[in-house]
């Protein structure tokens, strides 16, 4: 069973910075793919951002150019540096991973962590 751990969130103001980590245990295929999703109160979920353990990336239109999502294949482990936050950025970001899905225009994955609240204020 894949569980998905995530931590790094926080309070911070706009215009900061922030890394959230994910690490994902119980994996045992080399071939595999990790994202973000995240879900502020009110608001439909939103894909963030996501990495293929071949290096792909794909980024939501409203993060690129501040996001950065990476993948550490050896340790199974997924960060997303944000930066240049902005106050609509607050929301909890949940970690997901799929054997086969690796795009974040769809929620249809596999695997979901806990989530890690992420608050930015202005």
């Known amino acids: 069973q894949v569980q998905l751990v995530e931590s790094g969130g926080d309070s911070v103001q706009a215009g900061g910075s922030l890394r959230l980590s994910c690490a994902a245990s119980?994996?045992?295929?080399?071939?595999?793919?990790m994202g973000w999703f995240r879900q502020a109160p009110g608001k439909e979920r939103e894909g963030v951002a996501a990495?293929?353990?071949?290096?792909?990336?794909s980024y939501a239109n409203s993060v690129k150019g501040r996001f950065t999502v990476s993948l550490d294949n050896n340790k199974h482990t997924l960060y997303l540096q944000m930066n240049s936050l902005k106050p609509e950025d607050t929301a909890m970001y949940y970690c997901?991973?799929?054997?086969?899905?690796?795009?974040?225009?769809?929620?249809?994955?596999?695997?979901w962590g806990q989530g890690t609240q992420v608050t930015v204020s202005s």
């Open positions: 119980g994996y045992t295929r080399s071939d595999y793919c």
């Open positions: 997901v991973a799929d054997d086969l899905l690796c795009t974040v225009v769809t929620d249809a994955w596999d695997y």
């Open positions: 990495s293929g353990s071949d290096g792909s990336t």
